[in-house]
C-alpha cells in the first residue's frame, strides 16, 4: 500500500517548505526528515513532508510589532478559550452543550432573545440564490443569500447591540429557508430539510451539535476579518460578508469541503492510500487531519464523532473514517480535525458534500455575531496596523 503514496523529490519538498534545497539534507541530517536513496536520487514521504510542515508552523516564534515589541494580532476575547485540549465558551466546555438546541445556546451566548428573519427578508434572500448558475457552490449561495437579506433591511446600518442581535437572528434563522430549508424553530432542522425531507432525529442532532460546536474557535481568519470590519464600524451583513471571503480560502472553511471530496472518495471504495495521493497534489496539507491548537484529535472532532456513530449509515462511515485516520496516523502524528468529522457527518447522514461549508457558516456566524459586538465596544478604527516600507 505504501507504494500508492506520492513520493517527492528533494526539489519539491524545498518547494513545499519554502526553502532551499541544502535545508531540505540538513533537516535529513539532523533527524528531522527521513529519505530514500536510489538511482534517481532521494525521494521523500508526502505525508512525512505535510506532517514536518505543519510542525514547522506550530513551533515557529511569534511574529512582534517592529515599534512596540508585542505580538501581532492578539485580540482580548471572553467568547471561546481552547485550555488542555478542550473548547470552552464562557468557561463551559462546549460539548456539553450539544444536547441542547443550537438557538437556546446563542441566546445564552448573545444574551438576547430570538427574533426570527421576516418573510419579506427571506423571500429577498431566496431570490438572490435563485439566480445563480446551477454550478453555483455553497459559499456562493451563502454569500448570494446574505446580500439578499442586506438589501432588504433599511435600518441595518444601526452600530447597536440590539440591531446587530436582529441582524445575527435574521441570518441565522433565514439563511436555511433562503436556501431551500422549511421554516422550524428548529434551526438544525430546517438547514438539514434543505438537503433532504423528511428529517431523521439522528441526523438532526449531528447537525446541530455541529452547530453548536462550530460557534467560535479563537481568533480564526474570518473571525478576525469580522473584526476589522466592525473597527470600521461596517453593518453586521457588511461585517459578515467580510467574514465570508475570508472564510471562503483553501485553509479555513474550504478546506470542510476539500476534505468532504477526499472522503468522498474513500466511500466510493478507493484506497486511503490513494485518496491521499489526489488531495495532496494542490499543496495545501492534509485535508481533515492536525490542528496547531490541540496537541491530540480536535476536541471539536472527537465529539462530533459520536453523534455520526449514530446515522443512518454511521457504522461504514466511522469505518472509513478509522481507516483514513489510521494511514495517516502511521506516517505522522496529526490527528483528524473538525473538518474531517463534518466530512463524516455530511457522508453518514447522506448530506451533498458541500454540506460542511454550509454547516460551518452557519454555526460560525454566531460567533462572528458575538465578535463583532465585542469589536462595536472597542474604539474605532483601532485593528488598521502601520504599514512598515521597505521598498526602494
Do not use: C
Not at 78 to 93: F, H, K, M, Q, T
Not at 104 to 132: F, H, K, T, Y
Amino acid at each position: 500500500m505504501a507504494s500508492l503514496l506520492p513520493r517527492l523529490t528533494a526539489a519539491q519538498v524545498a518547494a513545499r517548505l519554502g526553502v532551499k534545497p541544502q535545508t531540505v539534507y540538513a533537516y535529513v541530517s539532523r533527524g528531522l526528515l527521513r529519505r530514500d536513496r536510489d538511482a534517481h536520487g532521494s525521494t521523500f514521504d508526502a505525508l512525512e513532508v505535510e506532517a514536518f510542515a505543519g510542525a514547522r508552523r506550530r513551533t515557529a516564534p511569534a511574529a512582534v510589532h517592529p515599534t512596540t515589541g508585542m505580538p501581532l494580532a492578539v485580540v482580548h476575547t471572553d467568547i471561546a478559550d481552547i485550555e488542555d485540549g478542550e473548547l470552552l465558551y464562557r468557561g463551559r466546555r462546549a460539548r456539553d452543550l450539544t444536547d441542547r438546541p443550537f438557538a437556546e445556546v446563542v441566546e445564552w451566548l448573545w444574551d438576547a432573545e430570538r427574533v426570527d428573519a421576516p418573510d419579506p427578508a427571506i423571500g429577498s434572500a431566496r431570490e438572490m440564490v435563485a439566480a445563480l448558475p446551477p454550478h453555483a457552490g455553497a459559499m456562493d449561495r451563502l454569500r448570494a443569500a446574505l446580500t439578499g437579506f442586506a438589501a432588504d433591511d433599511p435600518l441595518r446600518h444601526d452600530a447597536s447591540s440590539a440591531t446587530l442581535h436582529r441582524i445575527g437572528w435574521t441570518l441565522l434563522t433565514g439563511l436555511p429557508v433562503a436556501l431551500g430549508g422549511d421554516p422550524h424553530g428548529d434551526i438544525a432542522r430546517s438547514l438539514v430539510s434543505a438537503w433532504r425531507a423528511p428529517a431523521d432525529e439522528a441526523t438532526v442532532a449531528a447537525v446541530n451539535a455541529a452547530l453548536i460546536l462550530l460557534i467560535d474557535h479563537d481568533l480564526a481568519v474570518s473571525t478576525f476579518a469580522a473584526r476589522v470590519a466592525a473597527s470600521a464600524r461596517a453593518d453586521g451583513y457588511a461585517a459578515v460578508s467580510a467574514a465570508l471571503g475570508a472564510a471562503d480560502s483553501p485553509l479555513h472553511i474550504s478546506a470542510a469541503a476539500r476534505t468532504a471530496r477526499l472522503f468522498a472518495r474513500v466511500r466510493r471504495g478507493l484506497e486511503p492510500e490513494r485518496a491521499l495521493a489526489e488531495a495532496l497534489q494542490d499543496g495545501n496539507g492534509i485535508p481533515g487531519f492536525g490542528h496547531p491548537l490541540y496537541p491530540g484529535i480536535d476536541d471539536r472532532a472527537d465529539a462530533l464523532f459520536s453523534f455520526v456513530e449514530r446515522l443512518p449509515d454511521g457504522e461504514a462511515t466511522m469505518d472509513a473514517a478509522r481507516r483514513l485516520s489510521d494511514v495517516v496516523a502511521d506516517r505522522t502524528r496529526l490527528r483528524p480535525n473538525v473538518d474531517l468529522a463534518l466530512a463524516a457527518l455530511a457522508s453518514g447522514a447522506r448530506l451533498p458534500d458541500d454540506a460542511a461549508s454550509t454547516i460551518f457558516v452557519v454555526g460560525r456566524l454566531a460567533g462572528w455575531i458575538a465578535h463583532i459586538r465585542a469589536e462595536y465596544a472597542e474604539q474605532a478604527m483601532r485593528l488598521r496596523p502601520r504599514g512598515e516600507y521597505v521598498g526602494r
